[in-house]
């Protein structure tokens, strides 16, 4: 391999989590030295990577290095090292202690982050805690100077030019002497390390720096300034960056430090490098916390890119690595695909990382059958006690399905198992365990069908298995056709201790026909570290819009940030020769928050490229679509520097002939039954081998399968290739009831369809509201207009666009053809409320109409009477813009813009002598319109390849057993809830139904009035809204399918099972809405208002007639403001209920709305606003054994004159809380004016605002549960 220097030993090495790996050069040798550790056997050793180089530099010197004394140096040449220190503190929560220092009026700004909650259906609303203990408001402001009129607002001495270009005023300079004793508090508590987040510091960094230099003065250890880590607009992500990296770096220091402290005094000499998230190596010194949270899986990215592509294959890569708890998915097209920002743990990290997907499946997964269903994870049995066959007392995982199927031979894994840990695995427990299993599914199977035949034990584990593979696919989909790539066109690279097993069937799940295995598969991440080169980054933003003017400043800041990074790499004693660099421009549209980082190119004739022309190439190729007439603005310049290193190098084997040496034969269960199948090992083999299907091929501890129909080759660099043979690709399902394994995995296929459409309408749409807001929703119907699976982002369109089509096909009847698409909105035909348009496209097959696909997205503006079409003061439906019953937006292929441009300009009224305006925004109604149908489409063709696949009979019976699926989990819960509903209270019905009565209030005195009946024997319940108030005066009036919504929500939170969210879940349900109430108003009566307050109320009255838990918020507290330049909208979020077993979440999104929330340095600089404060309101949430959530404070000046809307609820009628906990408070809404009187607004209300007046928006806070 690589040369060597006068006989020194090279290291690669991976702490992980559970395993340390070693591979070690060793001078002379052909082969490299590879060792296996456990990360943590403090009985033996203290540090395992130290460990791993005393074994094997003992091995080749011949001289004993006792465990007590330090690592001689003199014989190691470099050592390199991935770590999983930071990530295993960040998600044990064991870093270091921390304070955060941030703006004044911001002390809650990262528990807030964009106030969305992690999971939709968890009532517990559980979100990571904080990293930090304490919070130091720090007295100073900077503001933005957006134009002309801001900056003559007062003199001019106080305006400075930031580092972005963008000028800002020093409102409030930093106050060093307040700040001194606040310090000190906290060195007096024990903490020692900041996290710094100041307003705008990206663009003004000296407020932050001096913090700094006050800190290091007073003695503290670390701190980390978000304006030197990552240096760009939107504070909450800088902040949490500055946060994690507090957190993390003394831990890592400390680590570091310990593990250089066991080598001798020549470790100066030696050359340490650690792996960074983004697979570049950093020394010791510049290797800090936010950078190493994907330290060890970016080994494996480098490792697999550098060996198999356009070495082993021209295709792009699948990275696959599948370790025992989650499976980490990547993608290598010739360069490392990178992400700026990530979640991590619960923790948004904003730095250069790569991109690597992580899914909660791996060979831990727990195996469950629950609800006539194969379900496989998210939960993981853990390395304790782990799958059934360590004999520890564990539950059946994935690893014990491949036992059973013979995928994993206990002959070659290591005997560490039993009391005396010196027994293999138990197969004859695993056994056992799935015969229980066995006897539980086929009594299920046989009271649905009698004459169905029992599933063997084999057959059970192969179902698991399927499915486990199914749950691994839906990332691999998402991630390449995301960006526009067909998953089919790549090759597997495959590593990882489970990876191997899987490989075939994964691949063929996919369409793939090639699947590549290093050699080190087991240990690639750790080889990998020997591939990568040093990488030093700079960045700064600078904020202009790109043209003539603006591109020699951009290149100006290019040299300057290149000369840094080439000093940092010399200085590490690279020469000039081997330094390569890489700038980029951080580019997006003006009016979008799509960002694209883009690379310079060099042209032919050695001048640079132009980055605008790349930015429309890419942008078009991520969405499909270029935006005209458009500018483009520069947000951060950004240069990378390589000191290309050159270590390891692959080594051509020589080709071999003869028979490959069998090493003996084992039985393997494959879909068609047992096969005995010979077993090689990797060692034995050479190149040129060629193993048909089905064969082993044993590669150190890690088994690669090879089904039948695949063929194995063996590569010049010793690798392992395997080839697919394209089978015939329908799979014939035959049985009269569904099969509980293809169940499960048409419920993965149905939920990636409708997930898929969901990320095209993202990418394709322009709207803030679709595109970052993700206020839209897409689903896939049957012929009948049933819903068979929904991906929602919003609660409030769950269910609710069934009706939808299905009033589009009353409506239409014989009158739809192959290439209509129809668009809706109006309440009447199913919609909810205006802005929210609903594009259907009916499918065809044969000339049959099969199924349906649509997509519903929320648009800022319909026209109405407001701009932004979310009027508080509307009466008639008229008032809200353009309502479209039926239209066909596309016919026979043809879009029929004509139509639909009069349809928004022109809303229709019965009133003619009323002129009430169109769209405000036409272009953009057009472009996510069209995004819609692109969305539409992109279904239709997955549907269409899943009925090439399984056959249209096949695919259209699993719609209808999905949705059986669904309505059986349902029963289960509602007859669950009637046993503890008539335990708990007397509210008895007839025989075995439980009647429970429940209502609520509207603001205006409204009543919700719901009887509820549960059926325990059926499990069947009635939801009977009778007593409710009639349609009223004002714009709250919900259309039925709003209460559907709410209905749905309610049952899928109390279900707690990952169902998939189809018409099923309402077959056991009856809601009865009376005729003429507000929640099933005339097609006359405004309705802007019911989808996004009434919605709450009733998912209030329904949750606590479950008694499930206390009133939430009950409003989604809207507020827009803008004039005839500009329009703005956002939903500001609040405290949520608490529960029987937990208590209520501060500042956050509620039930039905989940929309994110503008980050505040984004909110100053796009719009003519300050924003004061935006944090927690404290004890805002009701009392009781359970706390309610704290609802929030906004506080924002507007610069300009503007008119300001509010729509908002509980401002008369607190949320309430249960069980004898209290209410939580009621929200209110104030305008300070410029002679500073206080003036309160009410619930609902448009008023136009001067310059300098403030707003002032407290909303609710939860309801307590629990009498204290």
Not at 1077 to 1092: E, H, M, Q, R, T
């Amino acid at each position: 391999m690589g040369s060597f220097n006068e006989g020194k030993l090279k290291f690669c090495i991976d702490r992980g989590g559970t395993f340390t790996d070693v591979y070690a050069e060793i001078p002379g040798q052909h082969d490299g030295r590879v060792l296996k550790l456990l990360s943590v056997d403090p009985s033996n050793y203290d540090d395992a990577p130290i460990e791993g180089i005393r074994r094997i530099l003992e091995e080749f010197t011949g001289e004993r290095i006792p465990r007590t004394s330090k690592i001689p140096t003199d014989r190691i040449e470099w050592i390199r090292m991935g770590t999983t220190v930071a990530t295993n503190a960040l998600l044990e929560r064991k870093g270091e202690r921390i304070a955060l220092c941030v703006t004044r009026g911001f002390r809650d700004l990262l528990q807030i982050g964009n106030q969305a909650r992690p999971s939709i259906f968890d009532l517990t609303v559980s979100k990571p805690s904080n990293l930090y203990e304490e919070v130091i408001e720090v007295d100073e402001r900077i503001e933005l100077v957006r134009d002309k009129e801001e900056e003559n607002q007062e003199s001019s001495a106080s305006l400075v030019t930031g580092v972005s270009g963008e000028l800002v005023r020093v409102v409030k300079p930093l106050n060093e002497d307040a700040l001194k004793p606040l310090l000190k508090g906290l060195l007096e508590k024990g903490i020692s390390c900041l996290a710094v987040v100041l307003m705008h510091s990206y663009t003004y960094p000296q407020h932050e720096l001096a913090l700094e230099k006050l800190a290091a003065s007073l003695g503290f250890r670390h701190v980390s300034l978000s304006s030197a880590l990552t240096p760009m607009v939107r504070a909450v992500p800088r902040g949490l960056t500055a946060s994690v990296d507090a957190y993390l770096t003394p831990v890592i220091k400390e680590y570091l430090s310990g593990f250089i402290s066991k080598f001798d005094e020549g470790l100066g000499k030696l050359n340490v490098l650690f792996m960074q998230s983004d697979g570049g190596l950093a020394p010791e010194s510049r290797f800090s916390g936010h950078k190493a949270v994907l330290s060890g899986p970016a080994g494996g990215v480098v490792g697999y890119s550098q060996t198999l592509f356009n070495l082993e294959t021209e295709k792009p890569l699948i990275g696959f690595d599948m370790g025992g708890t989650s499976t980490d998915v990547s993608r290598y097209a010739g360069s490392y695909e990178q992400v700026l920002e990530t979640q991590i743990a619960g923790a948004i990290i904003q730095a250069p990382q790569l991109d690597i997907n992580t899914v909660a499946a791996g060979g831990g997964s727990k195996l469950k059958f629950q609800f006539g269903a194969f379900r496989v994870g998210p939960e993981s049995v853990g390395a304790h006690p782990g799958p059934v066959c360590y004999r520890k007392g564990g539950e059946l995982a994935v690893t014990d399905a491949n036992l059973i199927l013979g995928f994993v031979i206990p002959d070659y894994f290591p005997s560490i198992f039993g009391p005396k840990e010196d027994l293999p695995l138990d197969i004859k427990t695993t056994r056992e365990e799935f015969e229980k299993l066995a006897r539980e599914i086929n009594s299920y199977r046989n009271s649905q069908d009698p004459s169905t035949k029992d599933m063997t034990v084999e057959e059970i584990a192969l179902g698991f298995v399927n499915v486990a593979n199914e749950t691994m696919c839906r990332p691999i989909r998402q991630l390449t056709e995301m960006k526009g790539h067909e998953t089919r066109n790549h090759a597997l690279a495959c590593f990882g201790g489970a990876g191997p097993q899987h490989a075939c069937a994964i691949a063929r799940s996919l369409g793939m026909k090639e699947v590549l295995i290093h050699r080190f598969c087991g240990i690639l991440s750790a080889y990998g570290m020997g591939l990568a080169d040093v990488v030093e980054e700079a960045q700064e933003p600078y904020s202009a819009v790109y043209s003539p003017e603006s591109v020699p400043e951009a290149s100006r800041r290019e040299t300057m940030l290149l000369k840094q990074v080439k000093l940092k790499l010399q200085e590490q004693g690279f020469r000039e020769e081997n330094i390569t660099t890489e700038t980029y421009l951080n580019l997006r549209y003006e009016g979008t928050d799509t960002a694209i980082m883009v690379k310079g190119q060099i042209t032919e004739d050695g001048s640079a490229s132009d980055y605008a022309v790349e930015f429309v190439k890419l942008f078009q190729q991520e969405y499909g679509f270029k935006l005209q007439n458009r500018n483009i603005l520069i947000c951060d310049v950004r240069v990378r520097g390589i000191g290309v290193t050159n270590i390891l190098k692959p080594q051509d084997l020589e080709p071999v002939s003869g028979v490959p040496k069998v090493e003996g034969h084992y039985k393997v269960y494959f879909g068609n039954g047992w096969h005995d199948t010979p077993l090689f090992k990797l060692e034995n083999l050479g190149h040129g081998h060629l193993l048909p299907g089905p064969s082993i091929i044993m590669n150190g501890n890690s088994t690669v399968i090879v089904e039948p129909n695949c063929r194995a080759i063996i590569t010049k660099y010793g690798n392992v290739k395997i080839e697919l043979e394209s089978t015939s690709k329908t799979v014939k399902v035959e049985e009269k009831v569904a099969d509980v394994v293809q169940l499960s995995i048409f419920n993965h296929r149905f939920m990636g369809i409708a997930e898929q459409m969901g990320r095209t309408l993202q990418r394709t749409s322009i709207s803030t509201n679709i595109k970052e807001r993700l206020d839209f929703s897409c689903a896939l119907f049957g012929p009948d207009g049933g819903l068979v699976a929904n991906a929602p982002h919003v609660p409030v369109h769950l269910g609710a666009m069934s009706s939808t089509v299905q009033w589009q096909l009353n409506y239409w009847g014989d009158n739809l053809n192959e290439g209509d698409v129809l668009v809706t909105n109006h309440p009447c035909a199913g919609g909810s409320h205006l802005p929210d348009i609903t594009v259907i496209t009916p499918v065809f097959d044969n000339g049959r109409l099969v199924f349906f696909v649509a997509s519903r997205g929320h648009h800022a503006e319909i026209g109405g009477i407001t701009p932004g079409s979310m009027p508080p003061f509307s009466k008639s439906i008229w008032e809200e813009g353009a309502a479209i019953k039926a239209f066909k937006l596309v016919e026979k292929g043809i879009f029929q813009e004509e139509g639909i441009v009069k349809l928004l300009q022109f809303p229709c009224s019965d009133e003619v002598v009323h002129k009430i305006p169109g769209t405000r925004r036409l272009q953009d109604n057009l472009s996510d319109l069209r995004a819609q149908v692109a969305a539409n489409q992109r279904g239709i063709s997955l549907i269409k390849e899943l009925i090439e696949q399984y056959g249209l009979e096949t695919v259209q019976a699993y719609m209808t057993y999905v949705q059986l699926n669904a309505e059986e989990a349902v029963r289960e819960m509602l007859k669950s809830v009637a046993t503890r509903v008539s335990s708990q209270s007397s509210k008895l019905g007839d025989g075995n139904s439980v009647a429970i009565e429940e209502e609520d209030y509207m603001d205006d005195g409204s009543v919700i009035h719901l009887k509820l009946t549960i059926d325990s024997n059926k499990g069947e319940a009635i939801f009977d809204f009778s007593g409710t108030s009639p349609e009223v005066y004002g714009n709250w009036n919900a259309p039925e399918a709003v209460t559907a919504a709410a209905v749905i929500y309610c049952l899928r939170c109390l279900v707690d099972v990952d169902i998939p969210l189809n018409q099923g879940c309402l077959a056991p349900v009856k809601i009865h809405i009376p005729a003429g109430s507000f929640l099933s108003p005339s097609d006359k009566a405004a309705v802007v208002g019911g989808n996004v307050l009434t919605s709450q109320r009733i998912t209030d009255v329904v949750l606590t007639a479950f008694q499930a838990c206390a009133c939430s918020q009950g409003c989604m507290n809207n507020l827009t403001f803008g004039d005839d330049t500009f329009g703005y909208y956002e939903t500001i979020g609040g405290g949520s209920g608490a529960g029987p077993t937990w208590d209520g979440t501060s500042g956050v999104q509620c039930h039905m709305t989940n929309t994110r929330m503008t980050d505040p340095e984004i909110f100053e600089q796009r719009y003519p606003v300050l924003l004061h404060k935006f944090g927690l309101r404290e004890n805002s949430g009701g009392t009781g054994i359970h706390r309610g959530g704290d609802g929030l404070v906004r506080e924002i000046e507007f610069r300009h004159p503007v008119v300001v809307s509010i729509l908002s609820e509980r401002r008369v009628h607190a949320p309430r809380g249960l069980k004898g906990g209290k209410d939580g408070a009621r929200g209110a809404n104030y305008l300070i004016t410029k002679d500073k009187r206080i003036v309160y607004l009410g619930g609902k209300n448009t008023v136009e605002v001067q310059a300098g007046e403030i707003l002032q928006i407290l909303t609710p806070g939860g309801g307590g549960w629990g009498s204290l």
